[in-house]
């Protein structure tokens, strides 16, 4: 069954730190999607990514977070300048054209943890 | 997006059929129903979906009333392995509407 891959599983960074999250979607999907979860909460949504452009983020992907999609398989998410709050599990999913009964894929995740 | 309401707990023990009921009263025409499960520490995972009446795979299934304003997953026979979170989400399928989730029902299987 085809995965969605996130690289590394988990990153242990200091406050103020660059990071980079590494996530290569299903080759034929189209549409990819950061979400994250801090520990114990709900599922957040981040951001919907299609066609090479944002289509949708969310209050939480700010100025500090960007995503791109460099060389056609691998789908990264920056954080510029972590804080302590950005410490979480990110996930990675990909969808491929929007019909019924297929969803999203989601990957196993990156533990950020930020010091 | 239509909102849903589902339990925040349920205890089962091993071997015995679940259902989960999510209320959505605001959904809208082109919305689909899914849910999801997610494990400690994991993404979360694709169950089922639907639109309307009954749709049955080889995990689950998902009942769907005539007025779709509530869906009640039915989980056979669940094992220790079953103990997970359970997301019902509901929208439009659109990439430019992205899934977003409430807090889940949290099934533990007692032995």
């Known amino acids: 069954e085809p995965e969605v891959t996130q690289t590394p599983s988990h990153q242990v960074t200091q406050m103020g730190q660059e990071v980079i999250l590494r996530c290569v979607p299903i080759s034929n999907h189209l549409y990819f999607y950061w979400y994250r979860q801090i520990l114990g909460q709900k599922v957040e949504f981040l951001v919907s990514f299609y066609n090479n452009e944002i289509s949708e983020k969310s209050e939480i992907f700010d100025d500090q977070f960007s995503v791109e999609r460099p060389d056609g398989s691998n789908f990264t998410l920056k954080i510029r300048s972590t804080k302590l709050e950005d410490s979480a599990m990110y996930f990675c999913?990909?969808?491929?054209?929007?019909?019924?009964?297929?969803?999203?894929?989601f990957g196993s995740g990156t533990r950020l943890t930020v010091v | 997006l239509a909102k849903t309401t589902q339990p925040i707990s349920m205890d089962s023990y091993e071997g015995q059929e679940v259902n989960i009921t999510c209320s959505h009263n605001?959904?809208?025409?082109?919305?689909?129903i899914t849910w999801y499960q997610q494990f400690p520490s994991q993404g979360p995972r694709f169950i089922i979906q639907?639109?309307?009446t009954k749709v049955t795979n080889e995990v689950a299934s998902l009942f769907i009333p005539a007025d779709r304003k509530s869906s009640t997953l039915s989980l056979p026979r669940v094992s220790l392995s079953d103990t997970a979170v359970y997301y019902c989400?509901?929208?439009?399928?659109?990439?430019?509407?992205?899934?977003?989730f409430g807090k889940g029902t949290r099934l533990s299987v007692i032995a």
């Open positions: 989400l509901v929208g439009d399928g659109s990439g430019n509407t992205p899934l977003v």
């Open positions: 605001n959904i809208a025409t082109n919305d689909y």
């Open positions: 639907g639109y309307k």
């Open positions: 999913a990909s969808s491929v054209i929007p019909e019924a009964n297929y969803g999203y894929t």
